[in-house]
């Protein structure tokens, strides 16, 4: 069975930095690509960064390029974003997206507020 999981998330100031995790079951990180997105109430969910399953590219949203990172742990099946400098408007719920045979497989999201 597919599992996503987050975690991560905190409460922190401007300029603060935290990493989240998206620990996978089910799939093997090291073939299928992963994304990450974001979820503001009342917008739509935002794309914020992903990464092949070879992880020899990825890809940043205009919001993370600079200042955000995507990595992995094999060992551990579990794919992360650091993200640096943190602005109040990277707030939001973030979750770990990936597609397997043409399905789509989503976390529940971990809630980062950065605020004074």
């Known amino acids: 069975q597919v599992q996503l999981v987050e975690s991560g998330g905190d409460l922190v100031q401007p300029g603060a930095s935290l990493r989240l995790s998206c620990a996978a079951s089910?799939?093997?990180?090291?073939?299928?690509?992963m994304g990450w997105h974001r979820q503001v109430p009342g917008k739509e969910r935002e794309w914020v960064a992903s990464?092949?399953?070879?992880?020899?590219?990825?890809f940043y949203g205009d919001s993370a390029k600079g200042r955000f990172t995507l990595s992995r742990d094999i060992t551990k099946n579990t794919k992360y974003l650091q993200m640096n400098a943190l602005k109040p408007e990277d707030t939001g719920i973030y979750y770990c997206?990936?597609?397997?045979?043409?399905?789509?497989?989503w976390g529940q999201g971990t809630q980062v507020t950065v605020s004074t």
């Open positions: 997206k990936t597609e397997l045979r043409g399905k789509e497989y």
């Open positions: 990464v092949c399953g070879s992880d020899s590219t990825r």
């Open positions: 089910g799939f093997d990180i090291s073939r299928d690509a």
